[in-house]
């Protein structure tokens, strides 16, 4: 056995806790998760299903935790997991498995699959078993800010051509602030009209705010690649600047898993509370449309629909602000029928995106063939979401079956028919 696997196995025995356990003792193999798997409908192939993408880290707590598995380790009848088995399971565990959730949606029993491949990701890291896509952007992530290697002076120079288009002050490392506003390296570099549609909304509002030059990425690869570790680096930064700041909120960019980290598995990795609030980019704005203050001069006459980022809405919480927004701008808002908490994915979450080999690449393919029906289905010419993964990946989509789609992000399309 070579040293990066029995770390790898030792990894996966350390982390099989009470909910492992009860979730694999549970489980009546019924099959309802592959069903909600969108790279099982797509492709048709069983091997895609949540459940079985799991067998290695259900060997390891049947072999080490169950009496009948060593018996039957010890007779040969269960064979150990191997390095060629974990190296073949990566497909599964990272470019067929985006960790939205909705295969955890529809568990008769309650089991949250996406915990277990978490957790099964933590030793698939240790062991080295991990797509060098995600494995280059987390070290990005580490060594240099952000996935995409950003560095400070490129944001800077970003954040001046948004001063010079809105006519906004962009304040940075300013103390006091009402928020700390993150962003992704995906927003700054693909879609900086994000930052100057957030300019324009403080602007309106009458809020403050700033950005911190040491902790302005959100994304966070740790918990992509499955790395508790690097996921706290990255979360501390961020708690270390607000609190450096004295800022009153955190806001949450678009990006789904950004605001996973920050929001609800932050203050678990950094071990404390954090002395402020954390607020999605959405929950800001639902906030001030109650208020008033998000006020429309026209609104959009183009018929659309709406993707909901499955790390905002599903597994997020945030379920009813898209709808109410979307309606504050749009005269022929359509809902989809899988919307909200049962809405599909674009495929590309969880790191996916960042996996750029061929076959990753034909697999997400497949896959965004369930957005496609979902468009045509409608019968609109636009779609509308709020994640820039979700974004690049829908777009990619488009591309690739040469859709004559138009796609728009939430925050712009309401920054730009902002009542003056």
């Known amino acids: ?64 935790y169950t009496l009948l598995g060593r018996l039957k380790k010890m007779a040969g009848l269960s064979k150990p997991v191997t390095d060629a088995e974990l190296d073949a399971w990566q497909e599964l565990v990272y470019d067929s498995c985006t960790m939205c959730g909705r295969c955890s949606m529809v568990c008769p029993v309650g089991n949250d699959l996406v915990y277990m491949v978490r957790k099964l990701r933590e030793g698939m890291a240790v062991s080295g078993h991990v797509p060098d896509g995600i494995r280059s952007a987390t070290a990005r992530t580490v060594e240099q800010g952000g996935p995409m290697g950003l560095k400070w002076p490129a944001v800077a120079n970003v954040l001046r051509h948004a001063e010079e288009n809105t006519g906004v002050k962009i304040p940075v490392d300013q103390e006091g602030a009402d928020y700390l506003v993150l962003l992704s390296s995906m927003e700054i570099v693909n879609y900086p009209e994000y930052i100057e549609a957030l300019a324009k909304i403080f602007r309106k509002a009458g809020l403050s705010f700033t950005l911190a030059s040491d902790a302005f990425e959100a994304t966070n690869a740790g918990i992509q690649i499955g790395n508790s570790d690097l996921a706290k680096v990255i979360v501390s930064r961020i708690v270390d600047a607000a609190e450096r700041l004295k800022v009153k909120r955190v806001l949450s960019p678009e990006c789904g898993h950004a605001y996973m980290a920050i929001r609800w598995e932050g203050p678990n990795l950094v071990g404390r509370r954090f002395g402020f609030a954390v607020v999605h980019v959405l929950e800001l704005l639902d906030e001030l449309r109650r208020k008033g203050v998000l006020k429309m001069k026209d609104r959009i006459k183009d018929p659309l629909i709406l993707h909901d980022p499955c790390q905002i809405v599903r597994r997020g919480g945030v379920l009813q602000a898209p709808e109410l927004l979307i309606n504050q701008v749009a005269e022929n808002y359509i809902p989809i029928a899988d919307k909200q908490k049962m809405n599909w994915c674009c495929g590309g979450g969880g790191g996916a995106s960042a996996i750029h080999t061929e076959p990753a690449e034909a697999l997400r393919a497949k896959a965004f063939k369930i957005k496609k029906r979902q468009i045509e289905e409608a019968g609109v010419g636009t779609m509308v979401t709020f994640c820039a993964n979700c974004r690049i990946t829908i777009e990619e989509g488009f591309d690739h079956y040469e859709m004559n789609t138009k796609l728009l992000g939430l925050t712009e399309l309401l920054a730009e028919h902002l009542e003056d």
């Not at 696997?5 to 909910?19: F, N, R, S, W, Y």
């Not at 549970?26 to 909600?36: I, R, T």
């Open 1 to 64: 056995m070579s040293a990066s696997l029995e770390k790898g196995l030792h990894a996966l025995k350390e982390v099989i806790d009470a909910p492992i356990a009860s979730y694999f003792n549970s489980c009546v193999h019924c099959g309802l998760c592959a069903e909600a798997c969108l790279f099982y409908t797509e492709t048709g192939d069983p091997k895609y299903t949540p459940i079985h993408k799991l067998e290695p880290l259900r060997r390891v707590y049947e072999q080490e």
